[in-house]
């Protein structure tokens, strides 16, 4: 009898200690996984690629002028600064409960975005991040390699925060129009209809430097080189006013027919050519010292792209690169 009670007090201690280390094994497998990004230091990331299910990716890389978008434009850094400081900061307030960690997880993988950080080429943290349909108030997060998702949070935040990891370009374009490191730029066309004479193309390539009188279609001898490449390196950071709506856009049909005062057509060292279309701005009640009304914004004018992205640009912003051939040569 005390032989069998011994070994039903055996076989029940066992079956503890066997649920206590699958139980162990499972939550320290959580930990672990939880530890790729809970416990990152956001200063290594020198790469993020962002990708949700509709293979739309944005790839944010370090680089010596800023964080690089998709190989293309330097993002305004507090964009960046934000995602990272919400790596840092975010908490785990809850695993997600058995009930619907199903149907989380699914969400998160078919609808949410993916998040890789990478550091020297090694990925340092995979995961998805994203809100659901039912709670779109709660930001949960979920290793990639596991299904595993979480409810996180961010200390003194009381909405969502997984708009932070944005697939859209225009999210982390902000209000740039364009910009240009002056190693990315093969050639600069600037053409002005009304005053042909002022037209001219610059190729730029190892640091030499060619301009084209464009109305003579010839290069021009003796110019400013130094004036030159100053000029090439005004094409950074160059941002719009306003942008306009569709209900504004559809007051401006009147006006894109009109004549453009400058066309600006950019080829990158990529083999990328964008386009830039410069049209006056009427001066809708605006006068003069005199108190003559303008026909012509001096301050504004309207910015079409390539895209057809319709801005309303500031002069004081752009004049640096609405130059004359004649400011390049020489007196």
């Known amino acids: 009898m005390n032989n069998r009670i011994i070994q039903i007090i055996a076989v029940f201690v066992l079956s503890l200690l066997a649920l206590f280390l699958v139980l162990r094994h499972s939550i320290e497998n959580k930990n672990y996984n939880l ?17 949700d ?45 058995l009930r619907v960690k199903d149907s989380i997880a699914i969400q998160l993988q078919t609808q949410g975005v993916k998040v890789e950080l990478l550091s020297k080429g090694k990925k340092l943290s ?3 991040v994203g809100s659901t349909y039912s709670n779109n108030k709660v930001t949960y997060l979920m290793a990639s390699d596991v299904n595993e998702p979480f409810w996180v949070e961010l200390p003194d935040f009381s909405s969502e925060f997984s708009s932070r990891f944005s697939v859209n370009e225009a999210y982390w374009k902000g209000q740039q129009v364009f910009n240009y490191d002056l190693k990315q730029i093969s050639s600069l066309t600037v053409q002005y ?22 109305l003579k279609q010839q290069p021009v001898v003796g110019f400013d080189t130094l004036e030159t490449e100053m000029f090439l390196n005004e ?19 009147v006006v894109l027919r009109n004549e453009p005062f400058c066309r600006l057509m950019v080829e990158t060292t990529a083999g990328q050519k964008q386009h830039f279309v410069f049209y006056e701005k009427p001066g809708q009640g605006k006068t003069d010292s005199f108190g003559q009304k303008l026909k012509i914004d001096p301050d504004f004018f309207y910015l079409q792209t ?4 319709l801005f ?20």
């Open 193 to 214: 209809p009304n005053e042909p004479e002022n037209s001219f193309k610059i190729v730029y390539k190892k640091r030499a430097i060619v301009l084209y009188n464009l």
């Open 312 to 331: 309303i640009g500031q002069y004081y912003e752009f004049d640096p690169i609405l130059r004359s051939l004649q400011s390049f040569l020489k007196e």
């Open 35 to 51: 530890h790729n990004f809970t416990k990152l230091d956001t200063a290594l990331v020198d790469k993020i690629v962002l990708h």
């Open 235 to 253: 094409f950074r950071f160059k941002k719009y006013y306003a942008k306009i709506n569709r209900q504004t856009e559809n007051e401006l049909n």
């Open 126 to 128: 995979s995961f998805f």
């Open 306 to 309: 390539g895209e057809g992205e």
């Open 53 to 97: 299910s509709e293979t739309c990716q944005m790839i944010l890389e370090r680089s010596s002028n800023g964080w690089l978008v998709n190989e293309e434009f330097i993002t305004e850094t507090n964009r960046v600064d934000l995602l990272l400081s919400t790596l840092k900061q975010f908490v785990i307030k809850s695993p997600v409960s």
